[in-house]
Structure formats: C-alpha cells, structure tokens
C-alpha cells in the first residue's frame, strides 16, 4: 500500500535554503473566545514568542519571524530529509501544540496552524522579510485604525470608514486624533525576531593558568528588531 502515498516523495531542492511559513486559523475567531484586548493583546504576543523559541530549539533556523499570528522560519539545515509533508506536518502541529501550553487556558477549540514551503535563495531571502516585516507595519496601521474607529462609533459604522482608506489615510487620521504610531512599542510596529548571538565568557584556562575569553552563542528573542537590511543579516550567526 505504499505507492498509494503518491506525495510522500516529495522534497525540497537539495542545498538549498528554505522558508517555512506558518498561519494562524481561524485566529479571528479564536481572538474572540480568548478576549483578546485590541489592538493588541501583549500575552497573546508574550505566548507568540514563546512559540518561535520553542520552533527555534527544535529546528534549529536561522531565524524565526513573527507578527500577528503569523511565523516564519528561515532554514539551511532542513528537517527530515527535506520531505514537504514531513516539514509542513510537524511544524505546523508543533506550533500548535506550543501555543496550547504556552498558554496554558482550555480552548473552546483546538488551536491549529497551517503551513507552506518557500524555497529561497540568498539573493531573496533579505526581499522575503521586508516583505513580510512591511506587513507588519501595514496591520499595525490597520488594528490601530479600526481600534480607534470602533472606540467611537458601531462596528458596522467604523468598518464603512475604515473601508478604501490607505495606510497614510489612516496614520494621519490617528495623528490628528493625538495617536501617534512612532510612540508605539518597535515589537507592534515591525515584529518579533528569534535568533542566535554571541555573548563573550571570560574565565580562566586551568591548563595554561591564565585568563582567557572566548564566545558561546545563545538564543536571543529580539522585541526591538531593526528595519530588516543586508547588516542584520549579515550578522546573523549561519
């Protein structure tokens, strides 16, 4: 029975790098049976980060990227062989298991994640995260607007405002109305990061009985990521 598993072949080009990106379903209505606090809720994004450390010590990626109930992953070790089912399976049932615990409430329903394969090249891969990071942005203008509409008029009335204004219209609807988005946290604005640094360790050389330095990498959640550029990822640890 087992050529009836016809994509189960299934893999990534071989050394290559690889993006797996992972959405939240039905979030929308899971914010609702959690109360979530609008715009933003902060545990919601305490357990989000909980979650890209949880993925970061399991797969072991470059980096690992969120905002809102998205996650993705940048890989040059790839996992199992590099069979798609495989990686789209475990992760995204991984991330949903972490979610459960992180947050550790009873769900009036499972919490899952969905998740796809983007094969990247060096090239893109600082592309891909402006990208994603410009999103960010993007929904942070988005939440705060609709936020700000619903505190003052129905739901129905600030969803008919809100609709076919741009991102500017927005930002400067807020601004007038004394809500500068400058002011507000970097982590609502442009995310959050997962990744490797290294720190400097000092201590003594028992054989050569002298002081010596030397580096250990750690994993790092950063709340205050830069606007992504050709330094950040040049100086992250491969």
Same mark, same amino acid.
Request: hydrophobic share 35%; net charge neutral.
């Given at each position: +029975?087992? =050529?009836? %598993? *016809?994509? !189960?072949?299934?893999?990534?080009?071989?050394?290559?790098?690889?993006?797996v990106?992972l959405?939240?379903?039905?979030?929308h209505?899971l914010?609702?049976?959690?109360? &979530?606090?609008?715009?933003?809720?902060?545990?919601?994004?305490?357990? +989000?980060?909980? *979650?890209c450390?949880? &993925?970061f010590? =399991?797969?072991?990626?470059i &980096?690992?990227y969120?905002?809102?109930?998205? #996650? @993705?992953?940048? +890989?040059?070790?790839?996992?199992?062989?590099g069979?798609?089912?495989?990686? /789209? !399976?475990?992760?995204? @049932?991984?991330?949903?298991?972490?979610?459960?615990?992180?947050?550790?409430?009873?769900?009036?329903?499972?919490? @899952?994640?969905?998740?796809r #394969?983007?094969? #990247?090249?060096?090239?893109?891969?600082?592309?891909?995260?402006r990208?994603?990071?410009d %999103?960010?942005?993007k /929904?942070?203008?988005a939440?705060h607007?609709?936020s700000?509409?619903? !505190?003052?008029?129905?739901?129905?009335?600030?969803n008919d405002?809100?609709?076919?204004l741009?991102s500017? %219209?927005?930002?400067?609807?807020?601004?007038?109305?004394?809500?500068?988005?400058n002011?507000? %946290?970097?982590?609502?604005?442009?995310? #959050?990061?997962?990744?490797?640094?290294?720190?400097? *360790?000092?201590?003594?050389?028992?054989k050569?009985n002298?002081?010596?330095?030397?580096?250990? !990498?750690?994993?790092?959640?950063?709340?205050?990521?830069?606007?992504?550029?050709?330094?950040?990822?040049?100086n992250?640890?491969?």
């Open positions: +029975m087992k =050529e009836f %598993e *016809v994509y !189960s072949s299934l893999k990534v080009p071989r050394n290559s790098k690889i993006i990106r959405d939240g379903r039905s979030f209505k914010a609702k049976d959690l109360k &979530l606090q609008k715009p933003y809720d902060d545990n919601f994004y305490k357990v +989000m980060a909980n *979650v450390e949880d &993925l010590k =399991e797969f072991s990626p &980096l690992v969120t905002f809102s109930d998205e #996650i @993705s992953l940048l +890989m040059d070790k790839i996992p199992f062989d069979r798609i089912e495989k990686i /789209n !399976s475990v992760t995204a @049932s991984f991330a949903a298991s972490s979610f459960v615990i992180n947050y550790g409430v009873d769900f009036k329903k499972p919490p @899952s994640f969905d998740s #394969i983007i094969p #990247i090249s060096d090239e893109d891969v600082l592309k891909y995260f990208w994603r990071q %999103e960010s942005w /929904n942070c203008i939440s607007g609709i700000f509409l619903k !505190s003052k008029y129905s739901n129905n009335e600030a405002k809100i609709n076919g741009n500017s %219209e927005i930002h400067e609807l807020l601004y007038r109305n004394g809500i500068n988005l002011d507000v %946290e970097t982590y609502k604005k442009r995310g #959050i990061a997962v990744y490797r640094k290294n720190k400097k *360790v000092e201590g003594l050389n028992k050569e002298k002081n010596q330095v030397s580096y250990r !990498s750690y994993v790092y959640v950063d709340w205050d990521v830069p606007i992504f550029n050709e330094e950040f990822f040049e992250l640890i491969w």
